[in-house]
Nanobody, 121 residues
Framework: QVQLVESGGGLVQAGGSLRLSCAAS????????MGWYRQAPGKQRELVAV???????NYADSVKGRFTISRDNAKNTVYLQMNSLKPEDTAAYYC???????????????WGQGTQVTVSS
């Protein structure tokens, strides 16, 4: 089994920065997909940023130029650097990893527990 632990959320004023971290542990063979999603109350969950091995990165239009996704494969960790935060960024942020385990050739999607980001005006 694989577990994801998120950290880095909190309360920040508009224009400030936060860095989210999502560390995976368990029987990991490889991680092919790393992404960050967010969900605000009353809204659908949306993809914020994604990084895929051998492909590159992509961002939602609303965060382009402000957010940066990166990874540390040695630590099985994905980060989301968030700059110039806006109140509209307020949401619960979830990491999602597509993981191939050591006991299977198939990849399985795993979700973090979520971390709250609140941006005040």
């Amino acid at each position: 089994q694989v577990q994801l632990v998120e950290s880095g959320g909190g309360l920040v004023q508009a224009g400030g920065s936060l860095r989210l971290s999502c560390a995976a542990s368990g029987s990991i063979f490889s991680i092919n997909f790393m992404g960050w999603y967010r969900q605000a109350p009353g809204k659908q969950r949306e993809l914020v940023a994604v990084i895929i091995s051998g492909v590159g990165t992509n961002y939602a239009d609303s965060v382009k130029g402000r957010f940066t996704i990166s990874r540390d494969n040695a630590k099985n960790t994905v980060y989301l650097q968030m700059n110039s935060l806006k109140p509209e960024d307020t949401a619960a942020y979830y990491c999602n990893l597509l993981v191939r385990t050591t006991y299977s050739t198939n990849s399985v999607s795993y979700w973090g527990q979520g971390t709250q980001v609140t941006v005040s005006s």
